[in-house]
């Protein structure tokens, strides 16, 4: 299937002489090898041979009306300059480059320019700050960093800049940062700063393509875990790119001349994969936008489908679920009736609420809701339902049915296969499929004891899911130390490790709790080091603002509560689920607690947690 599949919907260079050499208890996952092709050549060129004129991406700015649309033939002269460029200063096949920009045709032209030398890119989201920046630079071992003057965003201008010079300061690799200019304003450039605009117009518009190996990598994206820092997950070109293409063709029904619009930032998957890799590989229009959902007002989205006649609509329920608490009005003032597909996931559950409303309001009762369950891991969606099929079923808030080539497993705690239709478990897949992630970058152990070696031979995802009777998932969440706000993975691992780093805090424990809006938000159970006086109001002030300093302002804890001492085991081990039950009000499940050092801890807690909340 999957070679049959490669055959007709990619280009090669050379044909590949293997479909797949995997093997998962070892974390040996390769597709196609044999096989030549490049990415970019696949995303535009071929397109550009057949329909130059037509729109590759629509670059839907933050000032409403202000549109930009990018032709083929455009992102490809674009791609080719940047490409002669990068080459030109000493980026060579195997770099990785790193891009901190916010979603826009230069940022793409910088993906796919590194794709056409054979160079790897790292886009690491435009809001991380720029230690967390920084530590991705680092780990990537980039010389070459691309970005913005300034990033514009809900009307407020971003110091992307200042942020990458801030950052490159402990990045002893770095050797030249390219930078194009989104606003008016001049940067103040340094000794390595290099004027994108004006260096790319000296270049030829014709670039010779790098034939890749199917296995070469073509992006590493930084995730959280559990634990320990991001890692920086390696995706592959063919597989990834013929993933890419065949989900975003089935799982939303695109079709040739629809308008596809991810409203997701390219720093995602999302973005990767949906906004970039999918549509352009398809030959699709794509949309890149740049706002917020409430920038100038909550109709955004429906006045940007109104405005640009978008098909498939693909957002985050924590968008949903916050338009919908302004009323329908907002949504029933513009003309939706191009829509087709409304596409939702973004990286995490959405509630029946908001998808009952997101169907019934947004598409009118006429649109399919597609929930799509997948991972920066998993390079595309894996379970979702695809309407197009005849006789498909849709339940609300229900991931539904595998995609093609996916097999879902439930494991019991034991690490059991559930035989029966109807069970849940630990989510696993059985087999590898051609976008999944082949390692973590310079961390190969890392990734087997991840995801090889909890269940051998299996790839575990580190999520829960009930399937039901008639064979559907549903996602119940993560079993791991991950949470998503907003959509936004992050390890509570990584936040306790700043909130300790305070002079006034001794330990802490972060947990993920439901938030209305935001799906998850950050609590934070905080001992004081003994004798500290600290007024709370100044604790937490501080600790918001190191956490946003260090990592990215989402990451920030919504609720911090003082406590004398933490919950734990007899060994020492925090007891993070007691802390859960108690901030999600489930006093009656607490547990046993037998094997707590001391009992009371928890009583002081619960006092604590009414009082705050
Ligand atoms: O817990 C799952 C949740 O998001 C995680 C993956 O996040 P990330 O790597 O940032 O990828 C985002 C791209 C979707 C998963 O481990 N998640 C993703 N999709 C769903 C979901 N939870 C519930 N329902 C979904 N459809």
Redesign the pocket.
């Known amino acids: 299937f999957w070679a049959a599949a490669a055959r007709r919907r990619l280009r090669w260079i050379r044909t590949f002489d293997t479909a797949q050499d995997c093997d998962l208890s070892r974390g040996k996952i390769r597709w196609f090898e044999g096989g030549r092709l490049n990415v970019s050549v696949n995303c535009l060129d071929r397109h550009v041979d057949t329909c130059p004129e037509k729109v590759a991406l629509i670059w839907e700015r933050d000032e409403p009306g202000s549109e930009v649309k990018v032709t083929y033939r455009e992102l490809l002269e674009m791609t080719c300059r940047l490409g002669n460029l990068l080459r030109r200063r000493g980026v060579k096949r195997g770099d990785c480059v790193t891009i901190y920009m916010p979603s826009c045709p230069m940022a793409v032209a910088s993906m796919l320019a590194c794709a056409r030398i054979g160079a790897a890119h790292n886009v690491v989201f435009a809001g991380f700050s720029a230690e967390a920046l920084s530590e991705r630079i680092r780990d990537a071992q980039s010389s070459t960093v691309i970005t913005v003057n300034q990033g514009v965003r809900g009307g407020k201008v971003v110091e992307l800049k200042k942020t990458v010079d801030e950052a490159v300061r402990s990045c002893s690799s770095v050797q030249q940062v390219f930078v194009a200019m989104r606003t008016e304003k001049p940067a103040e450039m340094t000794a390595v700063d290099v004027a994108l605009d004006e260096e790319m117009l000296k270049e030829e518009v014709v670039c010779e393509p790098a034939a890749m190996d199917s296995e070469d990598v073509l992006f590493l994206l930084y995730?959280s875990g559990s634990t320990g820092k991001p890692k920086g997950l390696v995706h592959t070109q063919a597989g990834y790119l013929l993933y890419a293409a065949l989900t975003h063709r089935y799982v939303f029904s695109y079709q040739d001349g629809d308008v596809f619009g991810c409203v997701?930032d390219i720093g995602?998957?999302?973005g990767h994969s949906y906004a970039v890799y999918g549509p352009l590989a398809n030959g699709g229009t794509t949309v890149l936008f740049e706002s917020t959902p409430v920038y100038p007002n909550p109709g955004r989205y429906w006045e940007t489908v109104q405005r640009l006649g978008i098909n498939q609509f693909y957002g985050a329920?924590t968008a949903i679920r916050l338009l919908l608490k302004y009323g329908d009005q907002w949504v029933q003032k513009y003309d939706r009736s191009t829509l087709k597909t409304l596409g939702?996931?973004?990286?995490?559950?959405?509630n029946t609420e908001a998808w009952e409303w997101y169907h019934r309001v947004v598409g009118d009762g006429r649109c399919p809701v597609v929930?799509?369950?997948?991972?920066?891991?998993?390079g595309g969606?894996c379970?979702?339902p695809r309407p197009a099929e005849p006789g498909a079923e849709i339940i609300p808030g229900m991931?539904m049915r595998p995609f093609f080539g996916i097999q879902p497993v439930l494991m019991d705690a034991e690490g059991n296969v559930q035989n029966s239709t109807e069970a849940s478990g630990a989510l696993c897949i059985a087999q590898p499929w051609p976008g999944m992630a082949r390692t973590i970058h310079n961390d190969h152990q890392r990734f087997l004891e991840t995801y090889c070696h909890p269940y051998p031979g299996y790839f575990f995802?580190?999520?829960g899911a009930y399937r039901s009777k008639d064979g559907y998932y549903q996602?119940t969440?993560?079993l791991d130390d991950?949470i998503?706000v907003s959509?936004?993975?992050i390890g509570t691992a990584e936040i306790e490790d700043v909130v300790n780093q305070c002079p006034v805090v001794a330990e802490s424990a972060v947990i993920g709790y439901s938030h209305d809006i935001k799906g998850q938000g950050v609590y934070a159970f905080v001992v004081l080091k003994q004798g500290v006086d600290a007024q709370k109001g100044d604790v937490s002030q501080q600790l918001k603002d190191m956490v946003s300093k260090r990592i990215a302002k989402y990451a920030g804890p919504d609720c911090i509560q003082l406590v004398k001492r933490l919950p734990k085991t007899r060994s020492g081990k925090i007891m993070r689920r007691v802390l859960r039950k108690i901030v999600e009000r489930e006093l009656e499940s607490l547990g046993d607690l037998s094997t707590l050092d001391d009992p009371t801890a928890v009583q002081e807690i619960i006092q604590g947690h009414k009082e705050l909340c």
């Open positions: 995730t997701a995602w998957i999302t329920p939702t996931a973004v990286g995490e559950p959405i929930d799509t369950w997948w991972q920066t891991e998993t969606i379970i979702s991931a995802t580190g999520d996602i969440g993560r991950v998503n959509g936004h993975r």
